[in-house]
């Protein structure tokens, strides 16, 4: 099986810099997905890590440590938009190489 | 040029009943995943298909039961409906199965259920 875990809440100011932490164990690691989900809509893609290291695009990174079974997303520059829930997802190589599994989503919410 | 699309957007019915949400995706992908999302926002894998394959199936009661007439289309057919079935379902599709590096999978809008 799998657990996933990231903090259930996080606040953070307009412009300001923000982690979100996510840690898992699996078995069968195939790589490790960010989405942001804003209420009422679907979940879309923001990042993609399976090597160790960090991935930029744009104000978002995201860095992964697969010894440590670690990763975070990394937000510059908070915008008012940015609040959001932010998922941690693993893919496992069970189940035909591309069964997600995701944590229970960060809250963020960005204040002026 | 929606490219995963469900419908319906919304759906009340009644305890006992019989639904059923459909799901097309345009991208021209592979496989087709099925998600429910409780009231806690907690996503979780229901089935996946691949090219009208079965390859992902979760410890879902069998009142569930999801149809693919082909790889564009997933639907997801729900007897006897039950309180607990309340939530969000949401469609997903991805360009092959195998996990590849790009196989990133892309969200439908989402059905949101009510049973009263």
């Known amino acids: 099986g799998q657990n996933i875990d990231q903090p259930t809440e996080m606040t953070a100011t307009e412009g300001a810099i923000v982690q979100i932490n996510c840690t898992y164990q699996?078995?069968?690691?195939?790589?490790l997905f960010w989405y942001q989900q804003h209420a009422g809509e679907a979940p879309t893609f923001l990042s993609y890590?399976?090597?160790?290291g960090l991935e930029e695009k744009g104000r978002f990174s995201s860095f992964l440590s697969r010894s440590k079974g670690y990763s975070y997303l990394l937000l510059k520059e908070l915008q008012m938009k940015d609040s959001a829930s932010y998922l941690c997802?693993?893919?496992?190589?069970?189940?035909?190489?591309?069964?997600?599994?995701f944590g229970t989503g960060t809250q963020l919410k960005v204040e002026l | 040029d929606t490219a995963v699309s469900q419908t319906p957007k919304y759906l009340v019915t009644q305890m006992g009943n019989d639904k059923s949400i459909k799901c097309e995706q345009n991208?021209?992908?592979?496989?087709m995943y099925w998600y429910k999302q409780d009231s806690k926002k907690f996503l979780k894998i229901m089935f996946s298909?691949?090219?009208?394959?079965?390859?992902i199936n979760e410890t879902v009661p069998n009142r569930f039961s999801p149809k693919s007439p082909d790889k564009a289309h997933l639907n997801l057919h729900i007897n006897s409906l039950e309180l607990g079935d309340s939530a969000v379902y949401f469609c997903?599709?991805?360009?092959?199965?195998?996990?590849?590096?790009?196989?990133?999978?892309?969200f439908g809008p989402g059905t949101r259920l009510t049973v009263l």
């Open positions: 991208l021209g992908h592979d496989t």
């Open positions: 997802a693993v893919r496992d190589k069970a189940g035909g190489g591309n069964k997600l599994t």
């Open positions: 997903a599709s991805s360009q092959v199965p195998s996990g590849g590096a790009s196989d990133t999978q892309y």
């Open positions: 699996t078995s069968g690691f195939n790589g």
């Open positions: 298909y691949n090219n009208k394959e079965l390859i």
């Open positions: 890590n399976v090597l160790d």
